[in-house]
């Protein structure tokens, strides 16, 4: 556990650390960094741990930097040849957390390195998507989605890479290539770049969903630092790793479950139905369709209209204080999707896919105010079977009744796991197929251009990306 600062941070992972930890199985090194509060956090480390056995204390002459300071933990400081669990200082850990981590990793030893699930770890956060796209992601809301998801969920997902906030090591594995390369120090991209160089040989990195730690993030560097060194760091690796762009593309089309995909629907913080209002893309929406479905949807529900980026600033003109939003730029999910028009090409189906565990599809506005089971695609398109198994039935096949109704009842009823996984293979084969998914051989020129812009001006690059909406 390296200590910087952020001495709070430092107290609630101690204290998790001493109730969480099996000390008859495991010990703890910590190891001060010679930052700003050195002498502060030694005499309250000293307070904290005492002379408990399971905890031992190090502290470096100078400052290291992350890198080194791990990199001298590991391959100098730990002489006991056991795997190693790198732990950031501002995480708090849960009951079992290492229990778990150390079963998935022994689980096959083709797994190298393993990491939790967390509030804050990028691709192993939970939720990951969020129904509400700006509310925060707590660590009482992880533990409440994590409860209601840990048991449908695989007990562990391969990744692109493992989170450096939790990293549980191989053994073996540093002995044979070493650890944190020093072209990262400080630090940001060390544990991705030991990911990826230990997976060309067929190490995989694993998220073990049942292992929960939380995690603040970014206590490390100053703000106007970290984004220089995240960008830099992140413009070597793809240049370095040329399949990395296409591992993380993978990871979320076909590698993660889509109950993680979903995570925030299976477990809502509030009573709010949110509805995603999608069109086909091939062609203009029907913008008389769309208004009806917004009336039927009615006042009670929070609608987002999803649509192509060409067609979203009409949509804002034509229906003003309507949440409209870019399809290839949503990262929001909604507990019912609603197609409105045939649903008759691949990337709308795809699109959908994406959005929500739970269909319904009308085909114009003389079916708005009808069922779900009035819906169906026309003519024998290419996703005309995704259609008729896949989209979700309401009660009382054939009754006329409002959208609203029919969207209520679908969104209180039971998701049906299996079937949505089906459904989420289905989809993407057909996407795969159809070359509406590819996945680069490298980055793009245009990114590592934007992340050498970012590394060197990074407030700049922020205010741009915003100002593009992407």
């Known amino acids: 556990m390296p200590l910087y600062d952020d001495l709070p941070g430092i107290e609630a992972c101690l204290a998790s650390l001493a109730e969480n930890v099996d000390f008859a199985v495991d010990r703890v090194l910590l190891t001060n960094d010679a930052g700003p509060l050195a002498d502060e956090i030694e005499a309250r480390v000293g307070e904290l741990v005492g002379d408990h056995d399971g905890f031992s204390y190090h502290r470096n002459p100078r400052n290291l930097g992350f890198v080194g300071n791990c990199n001298q933990a590991v391959l100098e400081l730990d002489s006991t040849g056991n795997d190693v669990l790198l732990l950031n200082s501002d995480t708090v850990t849960t009951r079992g957390f290492i229990e778990e981590l150390a079963a998935v990793l022994s689980l096959s030893p083709d797994h190298g390195i393993v990491t939790a699930r967390s509030n804050n770890a990028t691709i192993a956060s939970l939720p990951h998507r969020l129904r509400d796209a700006g509310s925060p992601r707590s660590p009482s809301r992880t533990r409440r989605t994590h409860a209601a998801v840990a048991a449908l969920l695989p007990r562990f997902t391969i990744a692109p890479v493992a989170m450096g906030f939790c990293y549980l090591v191989r053994r073996e594995l540093i002995d044979q290539?070493?650890?944190?390369?020093?072209?990262?120090?400080?630090?940001?991209?060390?544990?991705?770049?030991?990911?990826?160089?230990?997976?060309?040989?067929?190490?995989?990195?694993?998220?073990?969903?049942?292992?929960?730690?939380?995690?603040?993030?970014?206590?490390?560097?100053?703000?106007?630092?970290?984004?220089?060194?995240?960008?830099?760091?992140?413009?070597?690796?793809?240049?370095?790793?040329?399949?990395?762009?296409?591992?993380?593309?993978?990871?979320?089309?076909?590698?993660?479950?889509?109950?993680?995909?979903?995570?925030d629907v299976f477990a809502p913080e509030d009573d709010a139905v949110r509805v995603a209002l999608t069109s086909p893309t091939t062609a203009r929406p029907d913008w008389d369709a769309l208004a009806l479905a917004l009336a039927?949807?009615?006042?009670?529900?929070?609608?987002?209209?999803?649509?192509?980026?060409?067609?979203?600033r009409r949509a804002r003109r034509r229906f003003r204080g309507v949440s409209v939003t870019d399809r290839a730029t949503t990262r929001a999910v909604f507990d019912v999707a609603v197609h409105v028009g045939g649903l008759d090409d691949v990337p709308a189906a795809l699109a959908l896919n994406d959005l929500s565990p739970r269909w319904l599809v009308v085909e114009g506005p003389e079916k708005v105010g009808m069922s779900s089971e009035g819906a169906r695609s026309s003519g024998d398109s290419p996703v005309h079977h995704v259609l008729e198994e896949f989209v979700d039935a309401s009660p009382g096949r054939g009754d006329p009744r409002p959208l609203e109704v029919s969207i209520t009842a679908l969104s209180r009823a039971r998701i049906d796991v299996e079937r949505l996984r089906r459904r989420w293979n289905v989809v993407i084969e057909l996407a795969t197929e159809a070359g509406v998914i590819t996945y680069p051989r490298r980055a793009s020129v245009r990114r590592r251009a934007a992340l050498a812009f970012a590394s060197r001006w990074p407030q700049l690059a922020d205010s741009t990306r915003k100002a593009l909406g992407r």
């Open 177 to 263: 290539y070493g650890f944190f390369d020093e072209t990262f120090a400080p630090g940001y991209g060390e544990e991705n770049d030991f990911c990826l160089r230990v997976g060309l040989d067929g190490h995989a990195s694993v998220l073990a969903n049942r292992a929960l730690v939380f995690h603040v993030g970014s206590t490390s560097f100053s703000s106007d630092l970290a984004p220089r060194l995240r960008f830099g760091h992140e413009k070597i690796l793809v240049e370095r790793y040329p399949f990395y762009v296409a591992a993380q593309q993978r990871f979320f089309h076909r590698d993660r479950d889509p109950v993680d995909t979903f995570a």
């Open 296 to 312: 039927n949807i009615g006042p009670g529900m929070e609608c987002t209209l999803v649509l192509p980026r060409r067609w979203t």
